[in-house]
Structures are given as C-alpha cells and as structure tokens.
C-alpha cells in the first residue's frame, strides 16, 4: 500500500491490487476513506467524507494530480 504523501491528515495511497483498474488515488484518515478517479476527478467510492471534505480532498487531487499519476505508473509499471 504505497502512500504517495499527508496532507492534513489524510493519507493518499495507493492500494496494490488494484493494478488492473484505471489509475485512481484513495484517500484515508481515521474512518474515512474515498476513491478518486484520476482522469475525470470524479469519486468512485466515499466512506463517512462529508461534502466538505470531498471538496477539499478534490481540489488537493486537482493541483496534484501530474505527482500522484507519475508515482501509479512508477508503483504500476504502466
């Protein structure tokens, strides 16, 4: 499970299995946990993240999404 980096006390982290769907980045802190599509930026799955929060993870996804791409090809080889 490579994390990519903190922000805020959310993890952005990768999970290992999922080499097989489209890049995507999960995003975890204490119960919380969603999943963002890298491509369109739309979020695949949210666990207890309020609306604000989504927003705010959304718009870290946005200014970093050229890093967090490179590291899913450099983590998946594609």
Same mark, same amino acid.
């Given at each position: 499970?490579?994390?990519v980096f903190v922000w805020q006390g959310? /993890?952005?982290?990768?999970y290992s299995l999922d080499r097989t769907e489209p890049p995507h980045v999960h995003v975890t802190k204490d119960r919380k946990e969603c999943k963002i599509?890298?491509?369109?930026?739309d979020i695949a799955k949210n666990?207890?993240?309020t609306e604000h929060e989504?927003? /705010? !993870?959304? /718009? %870290? %996804?946005?200014?970093?999404?050229?890093? !967090?791409l490179e590291k899913w090809h450099e983590h998946f080889g594609n």
């Open positions: 499970m490579p994390k959310w /993890a952005f982290l990768f599509w890298l491509d369109s930026l666990k207890r993240c989504l927003n /705010a !993870i959304l /718009a %870290v %996804v946005r200014e970093r999404r050229s890093e !967090i």
